[in-house]
């Protein structure tokens, strides 16, 4: 299978590369910067260099093209300002819908986070990245010709992941390891019955695979 990531140098998506790799994927990651390659290749996946800001949706689509899935990880990140939520976290993500529907992509993921809403009231920096999430995640599922499912994880930590998460459409906020939000999406990609949802995911007492084939058979 081939998977193309945007935002393939985000902590996430190192984390995923690096396991779709080892399982014998074929994995590529969009980058921004070109002294972010290394990073990718060590993780297993060829680096694209591509600025979704700028580019077109055909640029994108000449990259997605062949593609078996796509996985939207890209963010503005922190320490970035009203604008790049905008751009990055909304405009990049329809950006990157609208080439997969072009490149005939159907499967289709998104990062997106716990209380994303376009709705979302108030003013500090938090405030508009969630309405752009949101409004991403609003856009991705209005479009036809996507097999599309959205992950919005909770409090993200760097602990080791333990393999153990509760995975539902509602589940109550709580913390969740990159390790374990990247197996989720692997396993995600795997399971195409789990198109259409989305699941909100933190630390818990199941098994990532029997988590993610319990929200299927729902």
Do not use: C
């Amino acid at each position: 299978m081939r998977i193309v990531i945007a935002g393939g140098h985000g902590q996430i998506a190192l984390r995923l590369e690096t396991l779709l790799a080892a399982r014998g994927d074929e994995v590529a990651g969009i980058i921004r910067k070109a002294e972010q390659a290394d990073a990718l290749r060590e993780a297993g996946a060829e680096p694209i260099l591509l600025d979704l800001e700028s580019a077109s949706v055909e640029d994108v689509a000449a990259q997605l093209r062949g593609a078996d899935a796509a996985v939207f990880a890209a963010g503005a990140g922190p320490g970035s300002g009203t604008d790049r939520k905008d751009s990055v976290d909304k405009g990049a993500a329809v950006l990157f819908a609208d080439a997969a529907v072009q490149a005939g992509v159907r499967r289709f993921l998104v990062v997106s986070s716990m209380g994303a809403d376009p709705k979302h009231e108030g003013s500090e920096v938090f405030d508009v990245y969630l309405r752009a999430k949101g409004g991403a995640d609003e856009y991705v599922r209005g479009l036809a010709g996507l097999d599309w499912t959205i992950l919005r994880p909770g409090m993200l930590t760097n602990d080791a992941g333990t393999g153990l998460v509760r995975l539902e459409a509602h589940t109550g906020r709580g913390p969740i390891p990159r390790d374990d939000v990247a197996a989720a999406l692997a396993e995600l990609l795997d399971t195409p019955a789990t198109a259409g949802l989305t699941l909100e995911l933190i630390s818990g007492s199941a098994p990532v695979s029997v988590a993610v084939k319990s929200v299927a058979g729902n």
